[in-house]
């Protein structure tokens, strides 16, 4: 008989390519052998995978004006969702953690209730605002659950240094690449022309939500050096700032005179334009000071586009310096213009490094093969 699992999964499509994750893991699942059923919200669509069954649930949980009502709906879509993967006869609900609350207990609490075991994928293993954010609610379901996965190595020792109490097994499962669910666009020129970007340019990308973390000033700091050594670059920021102001980034624009050499589109990016960003460019930058793992990363990889990372053990765990991809010194804006400017230098090594980054993530992040992994783990647990 084939495992019944339940990924249940309330963020789904809003705000993010999120969903894609989802669709990875329940196609490789299903491919493995393994009878999945996805619950997610109404603003997700249905990938109608042979074999996979969809449900929507959870019910206008976002965008409403009162927290109290979104939270009140959340919890009718946890009710009806878990009520019917349980008389579906599933034995593990799979949950996806970017942060603990209540709600989260709520889940726990209810499943454990009707009799099924608890599997997590933790995103962001620690807050990097807030390193001591609900620990108390952590730890307790932490210690709970009957299984925990991290996407790296690094995440799993961040996790066992910080919860030194928690002796629940922890499987390390990669995060898949997102080839299945992107349209490569070839057309450069019709991309640049559709999002006004100048043809002639050297185009960088930094692209996904602006937070403190992810480092877009040590980018802008570099660029003045490059524009220096390459006065064809142009830098486009795709991404709306996420509690953070961007007049810190504006006001360094503005101090080393680099308006003419980027494009701001400082705002939530529509699926349907995504492609488009990454057809414009010809180099996606990286500059993290601070990550667990990337779906940045390996959407631009799967897009077939060479990065440049900083050297944060999860992002070099997946680039190899002048390989698949080039790495700088996190942090360190010097670092930065100066491996800019030798790759911008050398577009035979550029065009062969994206080549090769791009097999790598295709070879190595196949969701395939990571079905294969969570299958394994869900069997160590009934």
């Known amino acids: 008989m084939k495992e019944k699992v339940a990924i249940i999964d309330s963020l789904g499509a809003h705000g993010s390519s999120h969903h894609f994750y989802l669709f990875g893991q329940a196609k490789g699942l299903e491919k493995s052998g393994v009878n999945v059923s996805i619950y997610t919200n109404n603003v997700t669509k249905d990938p109608n995978y042979e074999g996979v069954k969809f449900y929507q649930f959870y019910k206008d949980i976002f965008g409403g004006k009162s927290k109290l009502f979104s939270a009140i709906r ?6 009806s969702s878990l009520l019917h993967a349980r008389f579906n006869s599933v034995k593990i609900c799979h949950y996806h953690l970017f942060h603990v609350n209540i709600l989260v207990f709520f889940d726990f609490i209810l499943s454990k209730i009707l009799g099924m075991k608890v599997v997590y994928t933790i995103h962001d293993v620690v807050s990097f605002e807030n390193a001591r954010s609900n620990d108390r609610l952590s730890n307790w379901i932490y210690k709970r659950a009957n299984k925990i996965i991290t996407h790296n190595k690094f995440s799993k020792e961040i996790f066992r240094g910080h919860y030194k109490n928690i002796n629940t097994e922890i499987d390390i499962i990669p995060h898949g690449n997102y080839v299945p669910f992107l349209e490569v666009k070839e057309d450069k020129i019709l991309s640049r022309n559709y999002l006004r970007i100048p043809q002639e340019k050297k185009v960088l990308l930094f692209f996904g939500m602006i937070k403190k973390v992810k480092g877009l000033e040590v980018l802008l700091q570099a660029m003045k050096k490059v524009i220096a050594n390459n006065s064809d670059v142009f ?21 080393n005179n680099l308006s003419d050499y980027c494009l ?3 705002k939530f990016i529509p699926h349907e334009d995504v492609d488009h960003y990454y057809a414009s460019a010809d180099l996606v930058v990286l500059p993290y000071k601070s990550i667990y793992q990337s779906g940045v990363l390996m959407m631009s990889m799967s897009y077939e586009k060479a990065v440049i990372v900083s050297d944060l053990p999860p992002l070099i765990e997946v680039v190899e310096d002048m390989k698949t991809g080039f790495v700088f010194e996190s942090e360190n804006s010097e670092s930065l213009s100066e491996k800019l400017n030798r ?7 550029l ?7 791009s097999n790598h993530i295709k070879s190595k992040y196949d969701w395939l093969e990571i079905g294969k992994e969570m299958k394994k783990s869900y069997q160590s647990i009934l």
């Open 235 to 255: 830098l486009v920021i795709a991404g709306r700032v996420w509690e953070n102001d961007f007049s810190i980034y504006q006001k360094i624009i503005n101090d």
């Open 351 to 357: 065009e062969e490094v994206r080549i090769e980054g």
């Open 74 to 79: 959340y919890v009718f879509g946890s009710i």
């Open 343 to 349: 790759i911008l230098s050398d577009t035979n090594k």
């Open 264 to 266: 701001i589109h400082n």
